[in-house]
């Protein structure tokens, strides 16, 4: 079945960076559109940034236009997203989504997506 797993959450200080991953298995990798999500306590869990299959096409949230990057290695079947000048505002779990889409198709509503990871934590201190 398909299974996606989120790391490199963590603990940091306003200004630093972190680099999230998401390994995905029992999927044809190239042939899915990924997302990234968070949801903060007492908060609706919002879509961050999703690209399409190949990665060439991407989409952000306006809150982290040139802060957040995402990217995917389809032949590590690993979708990335790079985090930089985090804010506490940015507090939240990550989730990582995957659902299969058309070429460049980018996906940014939560129902658009069919599977999805058990999430990591992001703290960011002030």
């Known amino acids: 079945q398909v299974r996606l797993v989120e790391s490199g959450g963590g603990l940091v200080q306003a200004g630093g960076s972190l680099r999230l991953s998401c390994a995905a298995s029992?999927?044809?990798?190239?042939?899915?559109?990924m997302g990234w999500f968070r949801q903060a306590p007492g908060k609706e869990r919002e879509f961050v940034a999703g690209?399409?299959?190949?990665?060439?096409?991407?989409r952000y949230v306006d809150s982290v236009k040139g802060r957040f990057t995402i990217s995917r290695d389809n032949a590590k079947s690993t979708v990335y997203l790079q985090i930089d000048s985090l804010k506490p505002s940015d507090t939240a779990v990550y989730y990582c989504?995957?659902?299969?889409?058309?070429?460049?198709?980018?996906?940014?509503?939560?129902?658009?997506?069919?599977?999805w990871g058990q999430g990591t934590q992001v703290t960011v201190s002030s």
């Open positions: 989504a995957a659902v299969v889409a058309n070429t460049g198709v980018v996906v940014t509503t939560r129902a658009g997506y069919d599977y």
């Open positions: 029992g999927l044809i990798f190239s042939t899915y559109a």
């Open positions: 690209l399409s299959r190949s990665g060439r096409t991407t």
